[in-house]
């Protein structure tokens, strides 16, 4: 940690905290079940996507991608691809318009954002099996598509370092995870392991996750002149992909617009600045056209990396009645050189449990593969796959039940960063869940419950993905009418945002919900942080927040020239707003409507622009949400088909801002969970580094008939630290559920599985 | 200053389609019925076009890509056909279509249903229960739980929410799209419940050089004797596949669903025949006396929206060593018809697969129709895959066992997919059971059997060790299932 960060974060724990929102317990729509706000225009087909625009005179790119992991292009042919027809340019190294290589993500200074900081078509060097070496550029997609297929590739191929297992002894430790020390220790955690009376000590396996967002990725880009870029994109943050074009461009960020209004799912797997987006940009330069890029399915899949693959050791020492005196967790993942990612798997680890003497730790090893990312949960996913099934295995050999484990465990402050937590009640989660799921009923003994050729179980597991908060802005513009229009940059994949802030803004301003307008997904609007890491509906509630506050002061700044105004003499702290207008909050019946006052001050409408504060409250404090997976498993004792038959979740995730479409963000992180545990897995070719199944034929997503009955309970308790008490709930559902999934298949079968997906081969 | 977008540009699509034209004599008939309205199919269109590209470039966007290979419905529309003497509404994938497939007939994308200003039911239900997230699959999941809503004989209660196991969706978990199907009632007596009192349009003969759609058997057998580069299409759910992932070019397509002989569902005392181009959803409305274990293959085969147009013969004739046709037909004793330019004949199925991919059709030569000899005898199927459902079998297994006097095995068929380069019998163990008693004992010494001849192979669905394992004990458990049902 730099000198700035301890005086930042000391400074940080003095502070005082801000009272809690007064919204929390004035809030109306808030809360509500309420109707997503894009319904109608989603179901009638009406909701426009990247790839369903069309500027004039378009034309179509498709990129050639590599069929060796690492080395160079000898000799590229284009020639048949150029005299196909409707061809308008092929694009190599040798024409590509020469660009600022991107540069990764960096957490301290989170503006720009690329996976990968290799140059983009700059030279002719491979470095993963399915790198774009060209790319063609053609009057229709087919064309491209098929002058592409006729380009010729012959390679000086280097041996790649593409296999895990062959090369898993030369990991490194990396300098930071996120910006985090990759390892921690408290006290000798080896020496407490080897004295425990009771131990376990396991290797956990997670192999490569792709996010198979139903829509692939898309770009379409056009310039104006040499120096003005419009570019939609399928992505997650239209900001941090303005920002990032503008440094690869070399182009003023005022130059570029961003415009993503509806994306089909990202999972992090649209945050990554992947080069569709610089291709078909630079094509555009080219050709002097608007182009499109639409990735095949396989093209996701080749250009644009997933989940890393992982092992991880859990090693829990533990006194007889269930206190941990060891809890080691050690993480190594892959990442290419030019991705520097190491998934975060050893987070949870960090903030969840009570031990006398602790260490994680985090290594890579760097393969030439494509640039490893973000997925739903990042680290949290299979890290708590790792030490909650650790945990369970520690409640076995103790022969306690694994809840009452987790009482045992729940630690009063948080154990590495030595802060107080601003709301943590896992416990009651455990505890309501498991009065809901009939938990009692759960027989201790593997293999006890069956029915017919069925063997059935139960599992619990702990959900946690921290409550994350980035600084961002808003605009409010009030019109003379009395609506308002809320802006920020914000993109909607789906999470509900839209909606959320909608609810927000009509309750923050007093006014009822069809007179507020959310507008985002366009990086013309106030600055927004990426819709990634569960923060943007945190962030933007703040901003708003914020903002809706300056805006009532200038309001009331221009209420109080009139010396007649029943809000004489009032300060900011006496208001409240609601009804469409500031009241005081002693005497309900003195104040005046927004439209009255701006019609007294002549105004046609007020807007203000504002940002929200440092989030200190995130170094003061240990802030997460958390959970308790409940399930039921169901294992064929013939065929080791494993069939989840039911799911409880129970969350503490704050004040739920609309359970309806929170519902629909949990049950769909525990439907991904279930893919993680059961189906999802990438294969790559331990020789060529290829991913085998490009495909959703080959990587199976769970289907409809995969689904068992979800429910969903939350705590509803709010965060005094955030608005509205609220947590981000994007991540956290898929949090666990590997870990509870394997749980009841030990319970079911007596069989423990430590190496994901749980295929039928591995309960033979 | 407020900002407005006044860059956002609408979309006005004019996107050209590729070239290889269809150039057809008359070009009348490449016309088709799109939400109500005639539209052309351009004559400079090439037949490998999906219909899926069709419509998003006339700027009918509401079906989508997600996979262009069937997996994922976000390309679902639907179409007027007849079922059984019935009009229904079927949902398919309009990324496997060839346009020149939907020549003649009657297309519904989304875009229709709410063209009066309000939603549809099944879209209102959709927004009820919150039904979207993202919203990229939810056209598709509504236009086939559309053809749900109307499917006739359904009723007035829910829908059911198996009619959309075709879709995928990555956000939603699924829950609330079950819960806007279980939500819906009877249809509306609305235009589109009136459609369905007429006839569905007929599948009409087209001609050309690059696309025919012969209406009889012999003008069928002369394209493929003349033409070389001839390739028979009859659902494409498999070319619509190799199409659109593997950038095959077919020069010349030749659909065979306007033959009337390769749609004929035929019962007799003696056996039963059905059409090489019936699609298997016509076969489970046509085939009234089938046995349950039919009705488990199928709902276990891909999705609904696929088997609204893969057909039996397409399944046969492609020689998928994983393919679920051929174990379930092997083990009724299936026969296939063979037409040719010399006339029929007819190969008894096990004899049909010579080896990877390579079966007994020889050039220019169609697969007109399957008999199963009668009586039906016992049968079950099972199906290992890594998803429950929509996924090829890791392995695939038929069984049939008839018993005599005393429990003697008078007849087995042990039928296996994916335990070698093509679909087999396992005659080794059926000689072993077949007159034996069928007990433990018997099973056993078939095990050791199947273990000694089959020879699968490894990849990422199985390792062979797994694959012989499961032929084996799916056998036992083939057993255990019969004592328990006798006792
Ligand atoms: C998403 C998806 C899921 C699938 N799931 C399964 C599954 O679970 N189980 C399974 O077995 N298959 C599955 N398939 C494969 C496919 O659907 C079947 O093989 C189907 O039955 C093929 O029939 P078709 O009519 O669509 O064939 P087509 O694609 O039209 O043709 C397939 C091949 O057969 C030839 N052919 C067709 N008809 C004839 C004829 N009458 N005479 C001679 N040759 C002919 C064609 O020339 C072509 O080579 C799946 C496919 C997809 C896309
Ligand atoms: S695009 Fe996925 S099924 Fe058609
Ligand atoms: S709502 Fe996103 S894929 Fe279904």
Redesign the interface.
């Known amino acids: 940690m730099s000198i700035m960060q301890t005086l930042v974060q000391t400074a940080a724990r003095f502070k005082p905290d801000a009272d809690p929102d007064p919204l929390i317990a004035s809030k109306k729509y808030v809360g509500r079940a309420l109707d997503r706000v894009d319904g109608r225009l989603k179901v009638t087909g009406g909701a426009r996507f990247t790839a369903e625009y069309a500027p004039d005179d378009m034309v179509y790119a498709a990129p050639v991608f590599s069929t060796i992991a690492k080395g160079k292009v000898r000799r590229l042919d284009t020639a048949a691809a150029e005299s196909s027809p409707g061809v308008i340019a092929v694009i190599t190294p040798k024409n590509m318009p020469r660009l600022v290589t991107p540069s990764l993500t960096d957490f301290a200074k989170l503006d720009k954002i690329a996976a990968s900081n290799l140059p983009v078509l700059q030279d002719d060097s491979v470095h993963w099996n399915g790198q774009v070496i060209a790319v063609v550029i053609a009057e229709t997609h087919e064309q491209a598509q098929e002058a592409a297929a006729r380009v010729r590739a012959d390679y000086d191929a280097d041996e790649g370092m593409v296999s895990f297992e062959r090369n898993k002894d030369k990991a490194i430790m990396p300098k930071d995870v996120l910006g985090e020390p990759p390892e921690i220790k408290i006290g000798d955690a080896e020496k407490n392991l080897k004295s425990a009376p009771v131990q376990v000590d396991a290797t956990y396996r997670s192999p490569y996750y792709n996010h198979s967002a139903i829509e692939p990725h898309a770009t379409i880009a056009y310039w104006e002149g040499d120096d003005r870029l419009y570019v939609f994109d399928s992505t997650q943050w239209v900001e941090g992909y303005r920002n990032s074009l503008a440094h690869v461009f070399a182009l003023n960020r005022e130059n570029i617009r961003v415009m993503a209004p509806f994306v089909g799912g990202g999972f992090g797997g649209k945050a990554g600045f992947w080069w569709n987006t610089i291709l078909c940009a630079a094509a555009a330069k080219m050709v002097g056209r608007p182009v499109k890029l639409a990735l095949s399915r396989e093209g996701v899949f080749r250009i644009v990396g997933g989940r890393t693959v992982a092992e991880q050791r859990v090693a829990l020492g533990a006194t007889r009645e269930g206190k941990l005196t060891a809890l080691i967790h050690t993480g190594l993942t892959v990442t290419p050189d030019h991705a520097r990612y190491a998934e975060q798997c050893t987070f949870p680890t960090r903030h969840l449990y009570a031990t006398e003497a602790l260490h994680v730790a985090q290594y890579v090893v760097n393969l030439d593969m494509v640039a490893n990312t973000w997925m739903r949960a990042p680290g949290e996913s299979i890290g708590t796959f790792a030490v909650e099934s650790a945990l369970d295995e520690l409640a076995v050999e103790l022969r306690m039940d694994p809840i009452e484990l987790r009482r045992k465990v729940e630690p009063a402050r948080d154990p590495t960063k030595d802060t107080e937590f601003s709301s943590r009640n896992l416990i009651e989660a455990y505890e309501r869940g498991a009065a809901e799921f009939n938990w009692s009923s759960r027989n201790l003994q593997p293999r006890s419950r069956r029915d017919g050729a069925w063997l059935v179980g139960h599992g619990v597991a702990t959900a946690y993905y921290p409550a994350l908060r980035f600084p961002g802005g808003a605009r409010v513009r009030l019109e003379a009418d009395g609506t308002a229009i809320v802006q920020a940059a914000a993109n909607e994949m789906g999470m509900g945002v839209a909606t959320g802030q909608l609810q927000h803004a009509a309750d923050r301003l007093g006014l009822p919900l069809h007179c507020v307008e959310f507008d985002y997904g366009d990086s013309h609007l106030p600055t927004s942080p990426m819709a990634g890491g569960s923060c943007q509906t945190l962030s933007i509630l703040a901003a708003t927040r914020a903002t809706v506050e300056k805006l009532h002061r200038e309001l009331l700044k221009l209420e109080q020239k009139d010396s007649a105004s029943p809000l004489k003499g009032a300060k900011y702290e006496d208001l409240v707003a609601r009804d469409n207008g500031l009241f005081l909050a002693s005497e309900p019946s003195r104040g005046v409507s927004y439209v009255e006052i701006l019609r007294k001050a002549g105004k046609p409408y007020l807007e203000v622009e504002g940002v929200s504060s440092a989030p200190m409250e995130m170094m003061k404090y240990s802030m997460a949400s958390y959970g308790a997976q409940f399930c039921e498993v169901r294992v064929n004792e013939t065929t080791g088909e494993v069939r989840v038959a039911r799911w409880l979740g129970s969350f503490d995730c704050g004040t739920v801002l609309n359970p309806k479409t929170a519902m629909s963000q949990l049950r769909g992180g525990i439907v991904m969970g279930i893919g993680m545990a059961l189906t999802e897995e990438m294969l790559v070719d331990g020789r060529s580094g290829r991913i085998m199944n490009r495909s959703l034929a080959g990587y199976h997503v769970p289907v409809n008939l995969d689904v068992p009955r979800i429910d969903v309970l939350f705590n509803d308790i709010p965060d005094p630290q955030t608005a509205l008490g609220a947590h981000g709930i994007g991540e956290i559902g898929i949090t666990g559920v590997a870990a509870a999934i394997a749980n009841a298949v030990y319970n079911a079968t007596g069989k423990r599985v430590r190496d994901l997906p749980i295929t039928l081969d591995k309960l033979l | 200053?407020?900002?407005t977008?006044p860059?956002?540009?609408k979309?006005?699509?004019?996107?050209?389609?590729?070239?290889m034209p269809i150039s057809i004599s008359d070009p009348a008939t490449l016309v088709f019925q799109l939400n109500g309205e005639a539209v052309s199919i351009p004559a400079s269109c090439?037949p490998q076009?999906t219909l899926l590209?069709f419509l998003?470039a006339r700027?009918?966007?509401?079906?989508?890509?997600?996979?262009?290979?069937g997996?994922?419905g976000?390309c679902t529309v639907v179409m007027v056909r007849d079922l059984d003497g019935r009009t229904v509404y079927r949902p398919v994938n309009s990324c496997l279509m060839f346009l020149p497939m939907a020549a003649g007939q009657e297309v519904y994308?989304?875009?229709a249903?709410?063209a009066s200003g309000s939603?549809h039911p099944v879209?209102q239900s959709?927004?009820?229960h919150?039904?979207?997230?993202?919203?990229?699959?939810?056209?598709g999941f509504?236009m086939s739980l559309f053809a749900e809503h109307y499917r006739p004989g359904r009723g007035d209660g829910a829908c059911d929410?198996?009619s959309?196991?075709g879709?995928?969706?990555?956000?939603?978990?699924?829950?609330?799209?079950?819960d806007a199907a279980l939500a819906l009632t009877a249809a509306p007596p609305d235009a589109f419940s009136r459609r369905l009192d007429a006839p569905a349009p007929p599948i009409t003969a087209i001609a050309s050089a690059h696309f025919s759609r012969p209406a009889t058997l012999d003008d069928c057998l002369a394209i493929l004797a003349r033409d070389p580069d001839a390739r028979i299409v009859s659902g494409g759910t498999d070319l619509g596949v190799e199409s659109n992932?593997l950038?095959r070019a077919f020069p010349h397509l030749v659909s065979v669903e306007a033959i009337p002989d390769l749609r004929i569902f035929h019962e007799t005392a003696r056996e039963i025949e059905i059409g090489a181009a019936l699609t298997l959803s016509e076969i489970e409305a046509a085939w009234k006396t089938a046995p349950a274990a039919f009705t488990e293959w199928l709902d276990l085969f891909a999705s609904p929206l696929i088997r609204n147009r893969a057909t039996l013969g397409g399944n046969l004739a492609t020689a998928s060593p994983i393919g679920d046709g051929a174990p379930f037909l092997l083990a009724l004793d299936a026969a296939v018809r063979i037409a040719g330019a010399s006339g029929t004949r007819t190969v008894p199925l096990h004899e049909f697969f010579l080896d990877y991919r390579k079966t007994a059709l020889a050039r220019a030569e169609i697969l007109v129709s399957i008999v199963i000899p009668k009586p039906v005898p016992p049968i079950v199927f099972?199906k290992?895959a890594?998803?429950?459902?929509?996924?090829?079998s890791?392995i695939a297994a038929a069984f049939s066992i008839t018993l005599g006097a005393a429990s003697r095995v008078t007849a087995a068929r042990l039928a296996y997919g994916g335990v070698a380069p093509v679909p087999l019998r396992c005659i080794q163990a059926e000689d072993i059971l077949t007159g034996s008693t069928w007990n433990r004992r018997a099973v056993q010494q078939a095990c050791a059997a199947i273990a000694a001849t089959l020879r699968p192979i490894s990849d990422?669905r199985?390792?062979a060790e797994?694959r012989l394992?499961?032929a084996q004990?799916?056998l036992?458990?083939f057993f255990?299932e019969c004592s328990e049902a006798a006792e």
């Open positions: 200053m407020l900002y977008c860059n956002r540009p979309c006005h699509v004019s996107r050209p389609l590729n070239a090439s076009t590209d998003r700027g009918l966007t509401g079906a989508k890509e997600g996979c262009a290979e997996e994922c976000a994308t989304v875009e249903l709410a939603l879209q959709m927004v009820d919150g039904g979207s997230q993202c919203g990229y699959c939810t056209p509504v929410p198996h959309m196991g879709n995928l969706c990555r956000c939603t978990g699924y829950r609330p799209i079950r992932l950038g099972y290992v890594k998803r429950r459902l929509d996924d090829i890791t990422h199985g390792s797994y394992a499961l004990s799916l036992e458990k255990y």
